[in-house]
């Protein structure tokens, strides 16, 4: 595959960009830290506190897939389904991670 030189530029211009919406250190990429008044964009890699980094994106899939599956355990009235830790553990984590990077939307 052939690259012609202004595909070459944007790529070069993307990438650039990107390094510089992440922080390094001496041992590599660093997540995109929250920025007040400002959004996120969902394909940005931020820390989840206490878990991992995820993307924007992935986030907003699994809180979206967490709260589906409860829904379905209460209206079929297993409530023991959904369990505490779920409940204030990782659904609590991933909504307070988009409420930090502006994700929570309108």
């Given at each position: ?83 505490v830790s779920r409940l204030g553990g ?17």
């Amino acid at each position: 595959m052939k690259v012609t030189k202004s595909q070459l530029k944007e790529i070069i211009k993307e990438e650039l960009k990107h390094l510089q919406e992440v922080e390094y250190d001496e041992h590599g990429p660093m997540y995109v830290k929250p920025v007040e008044g400002e959004t996120t964009p969902d394909d940005a890699e931020v820390l989840v506190s206490g878990l991992a980094g995820m993307k924007i994106e992935q986030i907003k899939n699994e809180l979206a897939r967490e709260l589906a599956q409860m829904a379905e355990a209460a209206a079929a009235g297993e409530f023991r389904r959904i369990g505490v830790s779920r409940l204030g553990g990782v659904l609590e984590l991933f909504y307070d991670t988009l409420k930090d990077h502006g994700a929570l939307g309108d």
